[in-house]
């Protein structure tokens, strides 16, 4: 019989040599150890695979071919996963300490949680701290009213994601923002905060530049629309965005 591990750690990457090692040593580094660690690479043609392996453990899988982008790749390892709890770490990010699966686990089990989310620390190039974002506590409701949690310290049931359904392919920025709007509004999930930084990521990411922050304006009306929401969109923008552009310039 298939031991089922508590926790199943999903890491998209591509021709991510130089971070994912860091990526790899933050996972190892785990006091909890009741996890499987699935890489999820796009084919690539660096020296990423080579890198994996250098670090693989026993609790590793590496499955390495051409994908559709980091969501598509997300729900490859989605489908793979046999963990009770979906961590979604990317190739550029790293466990913040190493007693952030403990902690999680902790909190899951006493609360009776879904939903875990919490707060990231955005990392420069020369690993100095370049900003926190700490989400606001969280009550049914507030997603239309600007509420967002960062994708990175989102942790969820896998059960969720067979229930309420998997990234969305047609937002190419923002199908992170519609997935934890599906999860955390959805009158039958809890959601509790966990009061501390469990990932650090890098200050450059997809979704961090001016270009990619206006996609995400239509990818976010996309996603009220499904769900229904009528809301005065400027103002939303202006809750919901204004944080976010602020983090970026003083991240640079």
């Given at each position: 019989m298939t031991k089922i591990p508590y926790f199943s750690i999903i890491t998209v990457c591509y021709n991510s040599e130089e971070t994912i090692q860091a990526t790899l040593r933050s996972v190892s580094s785990q006091k909890f150890t009741d996890?499987?660690?699935?890489?999820?690479?796009?084919?690539?043609?660096?020296?990423?695979?080579?890198?994996?392996?250098?670090?693989?453990?026993?609790?590793?899988?590496?499955?390495?071919?051409?994908?559709?982008?980091?969501?598509?790749?997300?729900?490859?390892?989605?489908?793979?996963?046999?963990?009770?709890?979906?961590?979604?770490?990317?190739?550029?990010?790293?466990?913040?300490?190493?007693?952030?699966?403990?902690?999680?686990?902790?909190?899951?089990?006493?609360?009776?949680?879904?939903i875990v989310y919490s707060s990231i620390e955005f990392i420069r190039p020369d690993n100095t701290s370049a900003a926190t974002w700490v989400p606001t506590n969280f009550q049914h409701g507030d997603y239309r009213s600007g509420f967002h949690t960062p994708h990175p310290g989102f942790f969820a049931k896998s059960i969720l994601y067979d229930k309420l359904g998997f990234f969305d392919l047609g937002m190419p920025i923002a199908a992170d923002f519609d997935l934890m709007y599906r999860f955390m509004e959805h009158s039958s999930t809890k959601s509790v905060k966990l009061d501390k930084i469990t990932v650090n990521m890098r200050a450059d990411g997809e979704s961090s530049s001016l270009r990619n922050i206006f996609q995400g304006f239509l990818d976010i009306r996309r996603a009220l629309k499904k769900q229904g929401e009528n809301v005065f969109l400027p103002i939303y923008y202006l809750r919901r965005y204004a944080p976010k552009i602020g983090r970026k310039f003083k991240t640079g």
């Open positions: 996890y499987e660690h699935l890489i999820i690479d796009g084919g690539s043609q660096d020296a990423t695979l080579d890198a994996i392996q250098e670090l693989q453990t026993s609790l590793t899988k590496v499955i390495s071919e051409p994908d559709g982008g980091i969501y598509d790749a997300i729900n490859k390892g989605l489908k793979l996963s046999l963990g009770e709890v979906v961590v979604i770490l990317h190739s550029d990010d790293s466990f913040a300490d190493q007693d952030v699966l403990h902690d999680l686990h902790k909190i899951f089990l006493e609360t009776d949680a879904d």
